[in-house]
């Protein structure tokens, strides 16, 4: 059980799932990989399916049409999978909770474990967020 | 029987799953290390190949609706078992010499296998991008396999008398020197790492698993310990190319002494090449490759095998 908590602890393989964001939030996750956070040194990495992630990353204000994407794909990912909502719009609705199309924050639908709030959170922001995350691990 | 026990043991453990797994999972650490150099990056520490396979093996695996649970979950072992088998002959040609029958045609077989067992898995996924990424895999292994069988057999011809066995290919550089030496042979040494590339699917050649347009491909719907399988098979094929390269052309593996220093020189090299091409190179599209194999690559192949046929 250690060495398994210790592995995913180092090995965070991050899936970024935008659920009807401006690509704001999706932008500056893509600069936490950049030579300058360069995130790669902790072990986190971006992959491309939802199989191999161990987090989703959940940005951009929940649309009624993207629902039942949102909560298959969080049932597609292989348990045990955190989940962190990205952003005002994934926190709390943001600048849209008014929207005739806002069908609630993130952990409405599914259970979040980290939210990083900000328009756009900053990468540090970004980072913070997920090492608060690993000390809830 | 005391020799049965020791073929398993050689399988299991030295130089087998166990050692080939530690050292291919190393390899990737120096692979991602030397790309985020390349990249202007720090990179991450040593062990993380070890924690990323140890996280991969305690989660859960999926199964996706409509797979064929067998031929799913199955495939990638045949992979993991045929890189193995490799790395053992290999390993036992070049410290026991002349007590083991280790066949090239074998070798060249057995690599085969893990690109077999991708497709396998993927065409089991009933997941329309691992599917294109199924059959651009086949594509991939009917382009590459013809210039890196004459890229091979090019040394087999410069060796006299002319053998298939691989302790005797390794003898034959021992007693006048390595084949690296003639120029045949540097013409096939750069083929076969063209077609190592191809292999590893790794950039140029990473059509079948492109990242941007298939998400991880032939991968895609593996999750968990199967994943697990999946990326220790990608490891000790990284691993096991580079050392059939130096057994073949390069004088073959030295464990005593210093030869021990200059053996790891050599094999680190031959990885470094690999990773700089990686690092360096577009992704191109599966037309192009095969052009690019059928066409230039195959020509230079045969060029060294004619030169190899001449006596150069």
Redesign the interface.
Known sequence: MG??N???K??LWLFHLNAGGCNNCDIELLDCLC?KF?V????IKL???V??A?VLMVSGVVTRKVVPELIETYE?????CAVVALGACGCTGGIFKDGYNFAGPVDKHIPVDAYIPGCPPRPEAIIDGVVKLLGKL | MTSTLGMVLNFLIFPGLLFTAAVGLLTTWVD?KVS?RV???????W??P??????L??????IPEGAKRTGFLLAPLAGLAAVTIVSMMLWLANLRGAGFVGDLVGVIYLLTIPSLGMIIGAAASSNPLASVGASREMKLVLAYELPFVIAIFTAVTKVVPMTLRLDGIVQYQAATGVLLGNASCIIAFIVAILCAQAKLTYPPFDIPEA??E???GT??????AA?AVVKLTQAMMLFTLPVLFITIFWGGLVVTGWGLLYTIVKYLLIVTIIVLIKNTNPRVRIDQAVRFFWGPVTVLAIIGMLLAVAGL
């Open positions: 060495a398994k210790w592995g995913f180092k090995s030579p360069d790669e040194r902790f072990g992959v491309g399916s199989k191999h161990d597609q990912a292989p348990k045990p | 991602r985020a990249q202007w990056r720090v990179g991450p520490p062990y993380q070890f924690a990323d396979f140890l996280k093996m305690g989660k859960e695996i999926v990242e941007t298939l998400m991880d991968h895609m719907e593996y999750s968990g994943l």
